[in-house]
């Protein structure tokens, strides 16, 4: 079953090293490195990441919300006439989705299939139509063209049914940082900067599994000098029972 949780990882830099290197752990098949479907935006250095000769078993998948912030932000600034329109058909697959909240997997897949396919096909060619109406270079082709180059891995979540739209939910993970970031700009050392990202990765999964980020905390960190090392899991955050 699946566990919920959040794990941040403190880099120095943005390379395709660091996320080589957090996917790269013994897995329950014997494999030296995760395999799966990692939704992401088209930063290049995923492409090392979801190399297919180096790490078989991956796959990417597009975030439609990056796609529609493209268009929404012509939409704006009333920089293209065909932003509105790209905005409501993109509106209208979200509008799908939210009513598939709650399904499994193979049932998501089938009712995609069914309802959102019609709207993803209609898309596309509408899109290709509206490329060769706008010339090369201007920001309605690019918002144009960054969807129909990506349309494969933007259309993954029609092929797997437990591979969301995007990655909001993620970037909702995230956003408790950002909104710090200026008073974190330095963590004081590489040290500091690893101990953070694992105190938040408990606040945030605690979060996740419905407790009290304070009241766990407090817990686990009352607990930890008699607590026995062989059971530590039992203070992780989908495992943690509050003391009655």
């Known amino acids: 079953s699946e566990t919920p ?3 941040y990882d403190f880099c120095l830099g943005r390379g395709a090293q660091y996320p080589v290197s957090f996917l790269q752990w013994p897995t329950r098949d014997g494999t030296e490195h995760w395999r799966g479907t990692l939704v992401c935006d088209q930063y290049q250095a995923y492409d090392t990441v979801l190399d297919a000769k180096n790490y078989p078993g991956r796959m990417a998948a597009a975030c439609l919300a990056h796609a529609r912030r493209k268009f929404d932000e012509l939409r704006k600034a009333k920089a ?3 932003a ?8 209208a697959i979200y509008r799908v989705e939210r009513e598939l909240v709650g399904l499994q997997a193979d049932e998501r897949l089938a009712m995609r299939h069914a309802r959102a396919r019609p709207l993803w096909e209609e898309l596309q060619r509408w899109l290709q139509l509206e490329r060769n109406r706008v010339a090369d270079g201007g920001s309605s082709a690019k918002a144009n063209d960054y969807s129909l180059n990506n349309w494969t891995v933007l259309t993954r979540n029609l092929h797997d049914g437990a591979v969301p739209l995007g990655n909001n939910h993620l970037e909702n993970q ?4 950002a909104m710090g ?6 963590a004081g050392s590489e040290l500091a900067g690893q101990r953070a990202a694992i105190v938040l990765s408990l606040v945030q999964s605690a979060k996740l599994n419905g407790h009290d980020p304070w009241a766990y905390l407090k817990d686990v960190l009352q607990r930890l000098p008699t607590h026995l090392n062989s059971r530590i899991e039992e203070l992780l955050p989908h495992r943690w029972q509050p003391r009655g």
């Open 5 to 7: 949780g959040v794990i």
């Open 80 to 82: 293209s006439a065909m």
């Open 84 to 91: 509105e329109e790209a905005v409501r058909r993109i509106a």
């Open 174 to 177: 995230m956003r408790p940082w």
């Open 181 to 186: 970031r200026k008073a974190w700009l330095f």
